[in-house]
């Protein structure tokens, strides 16, 4: 079994700034690309960051320049610095994760979820 734990959501004000956290745990063989999503009440869920395990990076054009991934592989863990907030990135983030549990098994996680508010 492997588990994703997410922490750092809240409520913040517009122009402030969050980090998220998501720690993989559990029968890992090796983590391949991590990342965020998040969701809107009425909305898909949406691609936020990604990371690969060699450290490249993809963003939704929507947080270019105000948000960074970054990961810990020592730690299985994946960060998100949320910087410049705005009331539109008011949603639930969850962490995704692409997991080996073994030399040939690859299976896609999902955190529970963390919501952040951002009041204007």
């Known amino acids: 079994q492997v588990q994703l734990a997410e922490s750092g959501g809240g409520l913040v004000q517009a122009g402030g700034s969050l980090r998220l956290s998501c720690a993989a745990s559990g029968s890992i063989f090796s983590i391949n690309s991590m990342g965020w999503y998040r969701q809107a009440p009425m909305k898909q869920r949406e691609l936020v960051a990604v990371i690969t395990s060699a450290g490249s990076t993809n963003y939704a054009d929507s947080v270019k320049g105000r948000f960074t991934i970054s990961r810990d592989n020592a730690k299985n863990t994946v960060y998100l610095q949320m910087n410049s907030l705005k009331p539109e990135d008011t949603a639930v983030y969850y962490c995704?994760?692409?997991?080996?549990?073994?030399?040939?098994?690859?299976?896609?996680?999902w955190g529970q979820g963390t919501q952040v508010t951002v009041s204007s």
């Open positions: 995704n994760a692409e997991i080996y549990v073994n030399y040939f098994q690859k299976r896609t996680y």
